[in-house]
């Protein structure tokens, strides 16, 4: 017990979720440089989804380690388990949550079982091991078994949590036992293992800036645009092990060595060689040579388009609009432009939003709708449809749309290991006016200023946060969409050109 951190050689239940998500994190996290890590809103929104799961589950406020079992109380925090684990090793977990059940335990005529809260829709093994590390160190504490564990999700805005129970089989023990041993040897050895072959989730780590550096330094195959896990297995199985060896390659010989994987590789081989060598050479190269954004000539202006959203709760609580005109010499009169957000509460429903977007949208007919990603048109279009929006008027509404991202890709490569908005915006010089600052930070925000509910907001400093990060995000689309603008076509055949 108490708030002492585990010693040097004792494996933890945290060390072992870091390293299923990846071998590398869970070394940093014991051997790494702690100045070299970030701050990640994803863990503060995991604590508040684990708080709303266990308030849904569980209303009463749960009792506190040792004595809280002992009192037989229905739900404990902050008890810390300590023990063997299945190979003999020192082993430490720390339920976030013990539920009392039916049974019999050296505290009386009950039992408890770990709960954990998970983030998602499926169950993965980042739940089930560590859950099975809780549930085999409780039964040493309690001295009676632990029939099943369970897993909660989805609690909070009114919902039921979901509820999975996991089964300590044996072969799930056995699972441990391997994960544990394969665990304290990533933690022996004297350098990190390798960077993950699929880098998409270290967006969401704190040490995601060093991992990233060493990338970009290696030129390893996940820095290439359009290169996940399987494709780097598959360079790798042909000899290219890095950016420098792709750039190198024939596309024409690579295209014929990847159509053993599959069609779909060879015809895409040819595009990864460019795309190397885009990023080798560090020059744009032209597609297309054609206008990227001719809904913009004539405009009278344009509304870049920004959406904020809660994925769990399927609720986009902001849309966000930068209202920029043009002047009378056909212009962008930048000095002129405006703000506006357009806040969506749950309670208000619905139909209350569409109302007030279909109103705005009308005062500014014929100003193309700029937006960078398919989430903004997909989710206006499937409002309006929800909301029974006659054909034509739906018909009007998509043709507005413009997705600056796709168009992007059409015309354009570029010297970028990201097509994403941070990416290219940060490429043209654009700085957002919040240092760090990405949607988790947003969405963690918005739940700070909802508060306990309409009657008891949080700070309304959040809103102010929200609403800047969300105007930034439109100012960067602008930004990606004026330097379209500005690539006038040349007279040379498509592909030949740069910028």
Excluded at 28 to 35: E, I, K, Y
Excluded at 314 to 322: Q, V
Aim: with cysteine; aromatic share 6%; glycine share 10%.
């Amino acid at each position: 017990m108490g708030d002492t951190p585990p010693a040097a050689n004792v494996l933890t239940d945290r060390l072992l979720r870091s390293w299923l998500r990846c071998r590398r994190k869970a070394w940093l996290d014991r051997h790494g440089d702690a100045t070299k890590r970030r701050w990640s809103a994803h863990r503060n929104l995991m604590l508040d989804d684990q708080q709303r799961c266990f308030v849904a589950l569980m209303p009463q406020k749960p009792a506190h380690g040792q004595a809280g079992c002992a009192a037989g109380a229905a739900g404990v925090v902050g008890l810390r388990l300590k023990g063997r684990g299945p190979g003999g090793e020192l082993v430490e977990a720390h339920p976030p949550l013990l539920r009392r059940v039916s049974g019999r335990s050296r505290w009386g005529d009950f039992s408890y079982q770990p709960v954990l809260a998970r983030q998602g829709r499926r169950m993965t093994r980042e739940h089930q091991l560590p859950l099975a590390l809780m549930a085999l160190l409780l039964e040493q504490e309690q001295q009676a078994p632990v029939r099943d564990a369970l897993v909660v999700g989805g609690g909070g805005m009114g919902r039921r949590p979901a509820r999975d129970r996991v089964g300590l089989s044996a072969g799930l023990r056995k699972q441990l036992g391997e994960a544990l041993r394969k665990l304290r040897v990533d933690l022996d050895r004297s350098d990190p293992p390798p960077l993950a072959a699929d880098r998409r989730k270290c967006t969401l780590c704190s040490w995601r800036g060093l991992c990233n550096a060493e990338a970009a330094a290696e030129g390893h195959l996940s820095e290439v645009s359009g290169i996940g896990a399987k494709r780097r297995e598959m360079l790798k199985e042909l000899g290219i092990h890095g950016l420098q060896d792709l750039a190198a390659a024939d596309p024409d010989r690579l295209a014929g060595q990847m159509e053993r994987f599959g069609e779909q590789h060879g015809e895409v081989a040819r595009t990864l060689v460019a795309q190397a060598r885009c990023q080798r050479d560090g020059q744009p190269e032209r597609l297309q040579n054609t206008h990227a954004l001719p809904e913009l000539m004539g405009a009278p202006g344009v509304l870049l388009y920004d959406i904020e959203s809660d994925p769990d709760a399927r609720h986009d609580f902001l849309h966000g609009f930068w209202r920029l005109p043009t002047q009378a010499d056909g212009s962008w009169d930048i000095s002129a432009a405006r703000y506006q957000p357009l806040l969506v509460l749950a309670e208000h429903g619905e139909q209350r939003c569409w109302q007030r977007l279909d109103r705005y949208l009308a005062v500014h007919e014929g100003w193309p709708i700029l937006h960078y990603g398919e989430t903004e048109s997909l989710a206006l279009r499937r409002m309006a449809e929800r909301q029974g929006v006659a054909e034509q008027q739906l018909k009007l509404l998509c043709a507005r749309l413009v997705d600056v991202h796709a168009r992007v890709r059409s015309h354009w490569r570029l010297p970028l290991n990201s097509y994403g908005l941070k990416a290219v915006a940060a490429w043209q010089g654009f700085r957002w006016s919040q240092n760090g600052v990405d949607g988790a930070h947003a969405l963690l925000w918005w739940r700070q200023w909802q508060g306990d509910g309409p009657t008891r907001r949080g700070s309304a400093n959040a809103l102010g946060w929200i609403f800047t990060y969300n105007r930034d995000d439109c100012r960067a689309t602008w930004a990606v969409a004026d330097w379209l603008l500005r690539q006038a076509p040349s007279s040379s055949q498509s592909g030949d050109g740069g910028s």
